[in-house]
Protein backbone atom coordinates (compact mmCIF):
# COMPACT_ATOMS: atom_id res chain seq x y z
CA UNK A 1 0.00 0.00 0.00
CA UNK A 2 1.01 3.43 -0.94
CA UNK A 3 2.36 5.94 2.04
CA UNK A 4 3.58 9.85 1.65
CA UNK A 5 7.00 9.14 -0.55
CA UNK A 6 7.18 6.40 -3.36
CA UNK A 7 9.18 3.96 -2.35
CA UNK A 8 11.77 2.13 -4.60
CA UNK A 9 11.83 -1.96 -4.83
CA UNK A 10 14.80 -2.52 -2.95
CA UNK A 11 13.15 -0.89 0.36
CA UNK A 12 10.03 -2.26 -0.09
CA UNK A 13 11.92 -5.73 -0.17
CA UNK A 14 12.89 -4.89 3.21
CA UNK A 15 9.82 -3.41 3.63
CA UNK A 16 7.74 -6.67 2.96
CA UNK A 17 10.14 -8.46 4.01
CA UNK A 18 9.54 -7.48 8.03
CA UNK A 19 5.90 -7.21 7.55
CA UNK A 20 6.20 -10.71 6.62
CA UNK A 21 8.33 -11.83 9.49
CA UNK A 22 5.87 -9.61 12.01
CA UNK A 23 2.88 -11.46 10.47
CA UNK A 24 4.56 -15.09 10.95
CA UNK A 25 5.39 -14.11 14.62
CA UNK A 26 1.56 -13.14 15.20
CA UNK A 27 0.27 -16.15 13.61
CA UNK A 28 2.91 -18.63 15.03
CA UNK A 29 1.04 -16.67 18.71
CA UNK A 30 -1.99 -17.70 17.34
CA UNK A 31 -1.19 -21.28 16.64
CA UNK A 32 0.49 -21.93 19.76
CA UNK A 33 -2.29 -20.54 21.45
CA UNK A 34 -4.71 -22.67 19.38
CA UNK A 35 -2.75 -25.88 19.79
CA UNK A 36 -2.62 -25.55 23.71
CA UNK A 37 -6.33 -25.17 23.61
CA UNK A 38 -6.77 -27.94 21.66
CA UNK A 39 -4.53 -30.46 24.11
CA UNK A 40 -6.86 -28.72 26.79
CA UNK A 41 -10.16 -29.62 25.53
CA UNK A 42 -9.23 -33.20 23.65
CA UNK A 43 -9.76 -31.80 20.04
CA UNK A 44 -7.38 -32.65 17.67
CA UNK A 45 -8.09 -32.04 13.58
CA UNK A 46 -7.60 -34.95 11.33
CA UNK A 47 -4.50 -34.67 9.16
CA UNK A 48 -6.17 -34.68 5.89
CA UNK A 49 -8.03 -31.01 7.72
CA UNK A 50 -4.56 -29.64 8.24
CA UNK A 51 -3.34 -30.07 5.13
CA UNK A 52 -6.26 -28.96 3.08
CA UNK A 53 -5.64 -25.76 5.35
CA UNK A 54 -2.18 -25.51 4.53
CA UNK A 55 -2.96 -25.89 1.04
CA UNK A 56 -5.55 -23.39 0.96
CA UNK A 57 -3.45 -20.80 2.87
CA UNK A 58 -0.51 -21.31 0.26
CA UNK A 59 -2.86 -20.79 -2.86
CA UNK A 60 -4.14 -17.78 -1.10
CA UNK A 61 -0.92 -16.61 0.10
CA UNK A 62 1.03 -16.58 -3.56
CA UNK A 63 -2.36 -14.93 -5.42
CA UNK A 64 -1.92 -11.97 -2.71
CA UNK A 65 1.63 -12.01 -3.12
CA UNK A 66 0.95 -12.02 -6.73
CA UNK A 67 -1.55 -9.16 -7.53
CA UNK A 68 -0.08 -7.61 -4.32
CA UNK A 69 3.22 -6.76 -6.31
CA UNK A 70 1.31 -5.53 -8.82
CA UNK A 71 -0.62 -3.26 -7.33
CA UNK A 72 2.01 -2.10 -5.59
CA UNK A 73 3.80 -1.22 -8.85
CA UNK A 74 0.36 0.63 -9.99
CA UNK A 75 0.11 2.84 -6.80
CA UNK A 76 3.90 4.15 -6.94
CA UNK A 77 3.57 5.16 -10.47
CA UNK A 78 0.15 6.93 -9.94
CA UNK A 79 2.01 8.66 -7.00
CA UNK A 80 5.69 8.85 -8.96
CA UNK A 81 3.18 10.61 -11.74
CA UNK A 82 2.22 13.29 -9.21
CA UNK A 83 5.42 13.85 -7.70
CA UNK A 84 7.21 14.21 -11.12
CA UNK A 85 9.33 11.38 -10.06
CA UNK A 86 10.63 8.32 -12.80
CA UNK A 87 7.70 5.56 -12.95
CA UNK A 88 9.04 1.59 -11.89
CA UNK A 89 10.26 -0.35 -14.85
CA UNK A 90 8.60 -3.66 -15.75
CA UNK A 91 11.44 -5.58 -14.00
CA UNK A 92 10.61 -4.30 -10.22
CA UNK A 93 7.75 -6.48 -9.16
CA UNK A 94 9.66 -9.23 -9.74
CA UNK A 95 12.93 -7.66 -8.13
CA UNK A 96 11.23 -6.68 -4.84
CA UNK A 97 9.17 -10.11 -4.74
CA UNK A 98 12.86 -11.73 -5.13
CA UNK A 99 14.02 -9.47 -2.68
CA UNK A 100 11.76 -10.13 -0.02
CA UNK A 101 11.96 -13.97 -0.05
CA UNK A 102 15.55 -13.26 0.48
CA UNK A 103 16.19 -11.15 3.41
CA UNK A 104 12.79 -13.50 4.75
CA UNK A 105 14.50 -16.49 4.80
CA UNK A 106 17.67 -14.36 6.30
CA UNK A 107 15.49 -12.68 8.92
CA UNK A 108 13.69 -16.42 9.74
CA UNK A 109 17.18 -18.54 9.71
CA UNK A 110 18.08 -15.54 12.59
CA UNK A 111 15.08 -15.85 14.17
CA UNK A 112 15.49 -19.38 14.46
CA UNK A 113 19.07 -19.34 16.18
CA UNK A 114 17.65 -16.96 18.44
CA UNK A 115 15.08 -19.40 19.14
CA UNK A 116 17.75 -22.25 19.72
CA UNK A 117 19.85 -19.86 21.80
CA UNK A 118 17.43 -19.24 24.33
CA UNK A 119 16.36 -22.82 24.26
CA UNK A 120 19.40 -24.34 25.00
CA UNK A 121 20.24 -21.60 27.49
CA UNK A 122 16.89 -22.93 29.33
CA UNK A 123 18.16 -26.46 29.38
CA UNK A 124 21.81 -25.43 30.70
CA UNK A 125 19.44 -23.51 33.59
CA UNK A 126 17.60 -26.02 34.39
CA UNK A 127 20.05 -28.64 34.71
CA UNK A 128 22.73 -26.43 36.42
CA UNK A 129 19.41 -25.28 38.98
CA UNK A 130 18.80 -29.41 39.28
CA UNK A 131 15.33 -28.29 38.25
CA UNK A 132 14.26 -25.86 40.34
CA UNK A 133 11.15 -23.52 38.73
CA UNK A 134 12.45 -20.51 39.04
CA UNK A 135 15.55 -21.46 37.38
CA UNK A 136 14.84 -20.40 33.52
CA UNK A 137 13.58 -17.67 34.70
CA UNK A 138 16.71 -16.38 36.39
CA UNK A 139 18.77 -17.44 33.49
CA UNK A 140 15.94 -15.32 30.58
CA UNK A 141 16.52 -12.47 33.31
CA UNK A 142 20.49 -12.35 33.62
CA UNK A 143 20.93 -13.04 29.60
CA UNK A 144 18.30 -9.99 29.16
CA UNK A 145 20.56 -7.37 31.52
CA UNK A 146 23.28 -8.79 29.54
CA UNK A 147 21.93 -7.55 26.70
CA UNK A 148 20.96 -4.59 27.85
CA UNK A 149 24.27 -3.62 29.32
CA UNK A 150 25.48 -4.58 25.76
CA UNK A 151 23.36 -2.31 24.19
CA UNK A 152 24.09 0.58 26.37
CA UNK A 153 28.07 0.03 26.06
CA UNK A 154 27.37 -0.66 21.80
CA UNK A 155 25.19 2.59 21.75
CA UNK A 156 28.02 4.54 23.61
CA UNK A 157 30.61 3.14 21.09
CA UNK A 158 28.35 4.21 18.65
CA UNK A 159 27.93 7.79 19.71
CA UNK A 160 31.78 7.86 20.09
CA UNK A 161 32.42 6.74 17.15
CA UNK A 162 29.75 8.91 15.15
CA UNK A 163 30.92 11.51 16.88
CA UNK A 164 34.81 10.58 15.82
CA UNK A 165 33.61 10.25 12.29
CA UNK A 166 31.42 13.34 11.59
CA UNK A 167 34.02 15.49 13.95
CA UNK A 168 36.70 14.98 11.59
CA UNK A 169 34.05 15.93 8.67
CA UNK A 170 33.39 18.94 10.39
CA UNK A 171 36.93 19.98 10.31
CA UNK A 172 37.28 19.70 6.99
CA UNK A 173 35.84 22.15 4.31
CA UNK A 174 33.84 21.27 0.71
CA UNK A 175 35.48 21.55 -2.62
CA UNK A 176 35.96 25.47 -3.95
CA UNK A 177 35.39 26.70 -0.56
CA UNK A 178 37.89 30.02 0.57
CA UNK A 179 37.86 32.04 3.14
CA UNK A 180 35.62 35.12 2.87
CA UNK A 181 37.10 38.84 2.65
CA UNK A 182 34.23 41.12 3.28
CA UNK A 183 33.91 42.29 7.07
CA UNK A 184 30.06 41.32 6.82
CA UNK A 185 30.62 37.80 7.30
CA UNK A 186 32.30 35.58 9.98
CA UNK A 187 35.50 34.57 9.21
CA UNK A 188 36.82 37.54 7.64
CA UNK A 189 40.29 38.79 8.85
CA UNK A 190 37.67 40.94 10.64
CA UNK A 191 36.16 38.68 12.11
CA UNK A 192 35.87 38.14 15.83
CA UNK A 193 35.19 34.18 14.87
CA UNK A 194 38.43 32.64 13.67
CA UNK A 195 37.92 30.69 9.86
CA UNK A 196 38.97 27.33 11.31
CA UNK A 197 36.65 27.81 14.50
CA UNK A 198 33.55 27.53 12.25
CA UNK A 199 33.06 24.19 11.09
CA UNK A 200 32.53 22.43 7.81
CA UNK A 201 28.64 24.03 7.34
CA UNK A 202 29.70 27.58 9.12
CA UNK A 203 32.57 27.81 6.04
CA UNK A 204 30.30 27.01 3.76
CA UNK A 205 27.49 28.98 5.00
CA UNK A 206 29.89 32.18 5.26
CA UNK A 207 31.48 31.38 1.66
CA UNK A 208 28.25 31.93 -0.01
CA UNK A 209 27.14 34.98 1.07
CA UNK A 210 24.80 36.94 -1.99
CA UNK A 211 27.26 39.30 -3.88
CA UNK A 212 26.75 42.98 -5.18
CA UNK A 213 27.15 41.10 -8.62
CA UNK A 214 24.00 38.46 -7.98
CA UNK A 215 21.87 41.19 -5.60
CA UNK A 216 22.34 42.74 -8.79
CA UNK A 217 21.16 40.22 -11.42
CA UNK A 218 18.03 40.31 -9.75
CA UNK A 219 17.38 44.20 -7.91
CA UNK A 220 18.57 45.75 -10.46
CA UNK A 221 19.07 49.93 -10.13
CA UNK A 222 17.57 49.46 -6.28
CA UNK A 223 19.92 50.21 -3.71
CA UNK A 224 21.45 47.75 -2.10
CA UNK A 225 23.85 46.80 0.58
CA UNK A 226 26.11 44.32 1.54
CA UNK A 227 24.68 41.06 3.75
CA UNK A 228 25.72 40.05 6.94
CA UNK A 229 26.00 36.73 7.77
CA UNK A 230 27.18 35.59 11.02
CA UNK A 231 28.03 31.87 12.40
CA UNK A 232 29.22 30.31 15.74
CA UNK A 233 30.74 27.27 15.27
CA UNK A 234 31.54 23.97 17.78
CA UNK A 235 35.35 25.05 18.26
CA UNK A 236 34.21 29.11 18.48
CA UNK A 237 33.26 29.19 21.86
CA UNK A 238 32.88 26.10 24.75
CA UNK A 239 29.74 26.29 25.59
CA UNK A 240 26.06 27.34 23.84
CA UNK A 241 25.76 30.15 25.90
CA UNK A 242 29.52 31.32 25.40
CA UNK A 243 28.89 30.84 21.25
CA UNK A 244 25.43 32.48 21.13
CA UNK A 245 27.36 35.76 23.23
CA UNK A 246 30.39 35.70 20.26
CA UNK A 247 27.55 35.78 17.79
CA UNK A 248 25.93 38.36 19.05
CA UNK A 249 29.15 40.43 19.21
CA UNK A 250 30.19 39.36 16.01
CA UNK A 251 26.55 40.22 14.67
CA UNK A 252 27.21 43.85 16.09
CA UNK A 253 30.89 44.11 15.02
CA UNK A 254 29.28 43.43 11.44
CA UNK A 255 26.63 45.59 11.65
CA UNK A 256 23.60 43.28 11.91
CA UNK A 257 22.14 45.94 13.89
CA UNK A 258 21.95 48.60 11.29
CA UNK A 259 20.34 45.94 8.94
CA UNK A 260 16.33 46.55 7.90
CA UNK A 261 15.88 42.31 9.25
CA UNK A 262 17.67 39.88 11.39
CA UNK A 263 17.22 36.04 11.12
CA UNK A 264 17.79 34.41 14.67
CA UNK A 265 18.52 30.88 12.78
CA UNK A 266 18.81 27.67 13.93
CA UNK A 267 20.38 25.16 11.78
CA UNK A 268 20.19 21.26 11.34
CA UNK A 269 22.22 19.02 13.43
CA UNK A 270 25.62 18.90 11.17
CA UNK A 271 25.18 22.88 11.84
CA UNK A 272 23.70 23.18 7.98
CA UNK A 273 21.94 26.74 7.26
CA UNK A 274 19.78 26.19 4.18
CA UNK A 275 21.62 27.90 1.34
CA UNK A 276 18.24 28.69 -0.99
CA UNK A 277 16.14 30.09 2.12
CA UNK A 278 19.25 32.74 3.07
CA UNK A 279 20.12 33.34 -0.53
CA UNK A 280 15.87 34.36 -0.52
CA UNK A 281 15.65 36.24 2.32
CA UNK A 282 18.99 38.13 1.12
CA UNK A 283 17.54 39.06 -2.52
CA UNK A 284 14.30 39.77 -0.62
CA UNK A 285 15.45 42.81 0.98
CA UNK A 286 18.44 43.85 -1.37
CA UNK A 287 21.15 42.61 1.13
CA UNK A 288 19.87 44.91 4.01
CA UNK A 289 19.70 41.57 5.83
CA UNK A 290 21.06 39.70 8.61
CA UNK A 291 21.56 36.26 9.45
CA UNK A 292 22.82 34.73 12.69
CA UNK A 293 23.45 31.24 13.35
CA UNK A 294 25.36 28.83 16.20
CA UNK A 295 26.25 25.42 15.83
CA UNK A 296 24.86 22.78 18.41
CA UNK A 297 26.00 19.21 16.62
CA UNK A 298 28.49 18.07 14.22
CA UNK A 299 26.22 15.29 14.01
CA UNK A 300 22.98 14.68 11.29
CA UNK A 301 19.97 15.81 12.49
CA UNK A 302 18.96 11.62 12.66
CA UNK A 303 21.79 10.68 15.08
CA UNK A 304 21.50 14.05 17.00
CA UNK A 305 17.90 13.52 18.15
CA UNK A 306 18.73 10.11 19.67
CA UNK A 307 22.32 10.91 20.47
CA UNK A 308 22.25 14.51 21.59
CA UNK A 309 18.43 15.23 22.48
CA UNK A 310 16.95 18.61 23.20
CA UNK A 311 20.18 20.29 21.84
CA UNK A 312 18.63 22.03 19.12
CA UNK A 313 15.98 23.62 21.68
CA UNK A 314 18.56 24.78 24.07
CA UNK A 315 20.69 26.05 21.00
CA UNK A 316 17.53 28.21 20.13
CA UNK A 317 16.56 29.49 23.59
CA UNK A 318 20.29 30.52 24.14
CA UNK A 319 20.73 32.73 20.73
CA UNK A 320 17.36 34.03 20.74
CA UNK A 321 18.02 35.15 24.35
CA UNK A 322 20.86 36.73 23.66
CA UNK A 323 20.01 38.37 20.45
CA UNK A 324 16.61 39.79 21.99
CA UNK A 325 18.51 41.06 24.82
CA UNK A 326 20.83 43.19 22.74
CA UNK A 327 18.44 44.13 20.06
CA UNK A 328 15.99 45.39 22.89
CA UNK A 329 18.46 47.99 23.85
CA UNK A 330 18.44 49.96 20.98
CA UNK A 331 15.90 52.60 20.23
CA UNK A 332 12.25 51.33 19.35
CA UNK A 333 12.38 53.25 16.50
CA UNK A 334 16.28 52.06 14.82
CA UNK A 335 15.55 48.28 15.85
CA UNK A 336 16.01 46.30 12.79
CA UNK A 337 12.54 43.54 12.40
CA UNK A 338 13.40 40.52 14.51
CA UNK A 339 12.61 36.90 12.93
CA UNK A 340 13.22 33.54 13.33
CA UNK A 341 13.40 30.75 10.88
CA UNK A 342 14.69 26.92 11.48
CA UNK A 343 13.87 23.84 9.32
CA UNK A 344 13.42 20.27 10.20
CA UNK A 345 15.41 19.38 13.75
CA UNK A 346 15.83 23.47 13.66
CA UNK A 347 12.22 24.21 14.11
CA UNK A 348 12.89 22.34 17.71
CA UNK A 349 15.03 25.27 18.14
CA UNK A 350 12.68 28.37 16.68
CA UNK A 351 9.90 26.84 19.15
CA UNK A 352 11.48 26.45 22.27
CA UNK A 353 11.93 29.99 23.85
CA UNK A 354 8.09 30.27 23.41
CA UNK A 355 6.40 26.89 24.29
CA UNK A 356 3.57 27.51 27.00
CA UNK A 357 0.93 25.11 28.21
CA UNK A 358 -1.36 25.70 25.36
CA UNK A 359 -1.34 27.11 21.49
CA UNK A 360 -2.57 30.91 22.62
CA UNK A 361 -0.19 30.97 25.14
CA UNK A 362 3.12 30.06 23.05
CA UNK A 363 1.37 31.56 19.77
CA UNK A 364 1.25 35.05 22.06
CA UNK A 365 4.77 34.72 23.28
CA UNK A 366 5.96 34.39 20.15
CA UNK A 367 4.29 37.29 18.62
CA UNK A 368 4.73 39.24 21.58
CA UNK A 369 8.77 39.09 20.87
CA UNK A 370 9.23 38.64 17.81
CA UNK A 371 8.48 39.99 13.88
CA UNK A 372 7.74 37.36 12.53
CA UNK A 373 8.92 33.66 11.65
CA UNK A 374 9.33 31.26 9.02
CA UNK A 375 9.23 27.25 10.40
CA UNK A 376 9.70 24.72 7.87
CA UNK A 377 9.34 20.69 8.21
CA UNK A 378 8.58 21.03 12.06
CA UNK A 379 9.35 17.96 13.98
CA UNK A 380 6.08 15.63 14.77
CA UNK A 381 7.27 16.14 18.77
CA UNK A 382 7.43 20.10 18.63
CA UNK A 383 5.38 21.50 21.37
CA UNK A 384 3.90 24.40 19.10
CA UNK A 385 3.23 22.30 16.16
CA UNK A 386 1.67 19.83 18.06
CA UNK A 387 -0.43 22.27 20.46
CA UNK A 388 -1.32 24.13 16.52
CA UNK A 389 -2.43 20.83 15.33
CA UNK A 390 -4.49 19.82 18.85
CA UNK A 391 -6.62 22.79 18.60
CA UNK A 392 -7.30 23.69 15.06
CA UNK A 393 -10.71 24.71 14.46
CA UNK A 394 -12.75 21.78 13.58
CA UNK A 395 -12.95 20.99 9.92
CA UNK A 396 -9.25 21.95 9.32
CA UNK A 397 -6.71 19.08 8.29
CA UNK A 398 -4.33 18.21 9.75
CA UNK A 399 -2.01 18.97 7.63
CA UNK A 400 -3.30 22.70 7.03
CA UNK A 401 -4.61 23.02 10.02
CA UNK A 402 -6.48 26.50 10.87
CA UNK A 403 -5.50 27.73 14.63
CA UNK A 404 -7.50 31.20 15.80
CA UNK A 405 -8.70 31.70 12.32
CA UNK A 406 -5.47 32.67 11.24
CA UNK A 407 -4.81 35.54 12.55
CA UNK A 408 -1.24 35.50 13.73
CA UNK A 409 -0.42 31.93 12.05
CA UNK A 410 -0.91 30.07 9.07
CA UNK A 411 0.33 26.76 7.23
CA UNK A 412 1.54 27.10 3.68
CA UNK A 413 0.67 23.48 1.96
CA UNK A 414 2.46 24.04 -1.26
CA UNK A 415 -1.11 22.80 -2.59
CA UNK A 416 -1.77 25.28 -5.88
CA UNK A 417 -5.42 25.00 -4.77
CA UNK A 418 -5.09 25.52 -0.98
CA UNK A 419 -7.83 27.23 0.32
CA UNK A 420 -7.77 30.68 1.51
CA UNK A 421 -8.56 31.73 5.13
CA UNK A 422 -10.44 34.65 4.36
CA UNK A 423 -10.03 36.62 7.95
CA UNK A 424 -7.23 39.64 7.88
CA UNK A 425 -3.45 37.96 8.54
CA UNK A 426 -2.51 40.41 11.55
CA UNK A 427 1.51 41.26 11.94
CA UNK A 428 3.56 39.80 13.30
CA UNK A 429 3.15 36.79 10.75
CA UNK A 430 4.00 33.01 11.77
CA UNK A 431 4.42 31.05 8.67
CA UNK A 432 4.65 26.72 8.66
CA UNK A 433 5.25 25.62 5.59
CA UNK A 434 4.37 21.70 5.37
CA UNK A 435 4.10 19.53 2.41
CA UNK A 436 1.12 17.07 3.04
CA UNK A 437 3.76 14.68 1.90
CA UNK A 438 6.38 15.61 4.44
CA UNK A 439 6.77 12.74 7.01
CA UNK A 440 8.71 14.88 9.81
CA UNK A 441 5.46 16.60 11.22
CA UNK A 442 2.70 13.84 10.77
CA UNK A 443 5.09 10.20 12.01
CA UNK A 444 4.54 8.89 15.13
CA UNK A 445 4.50 5.70 16.96
CA UNK A 446 0.70 5.64 17.57
CA UNK A 447 0.37 4.80 13.90
CA UNK A 448 0.97 0.95 15.05
CA UNK A 449 -2.67 1.24 16.93
CA UNK A 450 -4.69 4.10 15.25
CA UNK A 451 -4.63 5.86 11.67
CA UNK A 452 -2.72 8.98 11.38
CA UNK A 453 -4.30 11.75 11.06
CA UNK A 454 -2.94 12.58 7.50
CA UNK A 455 -5.32 9.77 5.97
CA UNK A 456 -8.51 11.74 6.66
CA UNK A 457 -10.66 13.38 4.13
CA UNK A 458 -9.85 15.26 2.74
CA UNK A 459 -6.30 14.25 1.79
CA UNK A 460 -3.63 17.24 1.15
CA UNK A 461 -1.63 17.37 -2.22
CA UNK A 462 0.16 14.59 -3.53
CA UNK A 463 -0.86 12.10 -0.62
CA UNK A 464 -2.58 9.01 -2.55
CA UNK A 465 -5.91 8.31 -2.28
CA UNK A 466 -4.99 4.87 -2.36
CA UNK A 467 -3.27 4.97 1.24
CA UNK A 468 -5.12 3.09 3.75
CA UNK A 469 -4.25 2.35 7.20
CA UNK A 470 -3.38 -1.41 8.66
CA UNK A 471 -2.42 -2.09 11.97
CA UNK A 472 1.47 -2.33 12.64
CA UNK A 473 1.86 -2.36 8.63
CA UNK A 474 1.45 1.41 8.65
CA UNK A 475 3.85 2.21 11.07
CA UNK A 476 6.79 0.18 9.53
CA UNK A 477 5.74 1.48 5.95
CA UNK A 478 6.40 5.19 7.47
CA UNK A 479 9.59 3.97 8.52
CA UNK A 480 11.14 4.25 4.83
CA UNK A 481 9.05 7.70 4.64
CA UNK A 482 11.53 9.21 7.04
CA UNK A 483 14.64 7.32 5.28
CA UNK A 484 13.42 9.06 1.90
CA UNK A 485 11.75 12.26 3.10
CA UNK A 486 14.28 14.24 0.20
CA UNK A 487 13.93 11.71 -2.53
CA UNK A 488 11.05 14.04 -4.24
CA UNK A 489 11.51 16.71 -6.22
CA UNK A 490 10.36 20.39 -4.77
CA UNK A 491 7.16 20.67 -3.63
CA UNK A 492 6.77 17.18 -1.88
CA UNK A 493 8.27 15.48 1.04
CA UNK A 494 10.49 17.30 3.28
CA UNK A 495 12.14 19.19 -0.14
CA UNK A 496 10.76 22.87 0.28
CA UNK A 497 12.83 24.31 -2.62
CA UNK A 498 11.30 27.69 -3.73
CA UNK A 499 8.69 27.33 -0.88
CA UNK A 500 11.15 29.36 1.39
CA UNK A 501 10.44 32.72 -1.19
CA UNK A 502 6.79 32.72 -0.93
CA UNK A 503 7.40 31.89 2.80
CA UNK A 504 9.73 34.96 3.13
CA UNK A 505 7.47 37.57 0.99
CA UNK A 506 4.47 36.23 3.08
CA UNK A 507 6.01 36.57 6.65
CA UNK A 508 7.98 39.71 5.92
CA UNK A 509 7.32 41.32 3.09
CA UNK A 510 9.18 44.36 2.15
CA UNK A 511 7.27 47.38 0.77
CA UNK A 512 6.19 47.48 -2.11
CA UNK A 513 6.87 43.91 -2.89
CA UNK A 514 4.24 42.55 -5.01
CA UNK A 515 3.21 38.33 -5.90
CA UNK A 516 4.64 39.03 -9.31
CA UNK A 517 7.82 39.63 -7.25
CA UNK A 518 7.62 36.37 -5.60
CA UNK A 519 7.08 34.42 -8.72
CA UNK A 520 10.23 36.42 -10.27
CA UNK A 521 12.18 35.72 -7.55
CA UNK A 522 11.17 31.86 -7.61
CA UNK A 523 12.40 31.59 -11.30
CA UNK A 524 15.81 33.75 -10.48
CA UNK A 525 16.59 30.93 -7.97
CA UNK A 526 15.18 28.11 -9.61
CA UNK A 527 18.53 28.48 -12.29
CA UNK A 528 20.84 27.93 -9.37
CA UNK A 529 21.56 24.64 -7.75
CA UNK A 530 20.64 23.65 -4.36
CA UNK A 531 20.85 20.59 -2.20
CA UNK A 532 18.18 19.78 0.19
CA UNK A 533 20.87 17.38 2.26
CA UNK A 534 22.33 18.91 5.10
Not at 72 to 98: E, S
Not at 154 to 162: D, K, M, S, V
Not at 256 to 264: C, M, S, T
Request: charged fraction near 20%; aromatic fraction near 10%; glycine fraction near 10%.
Amino acid sequence: MPTLIPRPWPMQAGLSAVCVIVGYAIGALIGWGFRASSRRWGWHPRRRWRLWLWAGLGAVWLVAVAGGALAWTQWQNVQRDVMGMPRLDLAAPALMIGGAALAVILLLLVGRLLRRALGALVRYSRRVGRGHPAAPAVALAGMALVVLVCGMLAFEGLTRLATWHYGAENDSSEAGIAQPRSPEVSGSPDSLVPWSSLGRQGRTFVSETTTPAELAAFNGDAPLVSPVRVYAGIKSADTLEARASLAVRELERAGGFDRAVIAVWIPTGTGWMISESADALEQLYGGNSAIVGIQYSVLPSLFTVFMKPGEAAKAGTALFNAVEQRWSELPEDQRPKLLLFGKSLGTEGVEAPFAASDGRSSVGNLVARTDGALIVGATYVNPLLTQLTREREPGSPVWAPVFDQGRSVRFVSGDPHQHAIDSPWLEPRIVYLQHPSDPVPYWGIDAIWKPPEWLDAPRGYGVPAEATWFPIVTAILAVSDQIDQLSPPDGFGHNYGTDYVQGWSTVVPPTGWTAADTRRLEEYLAHHEYDELE
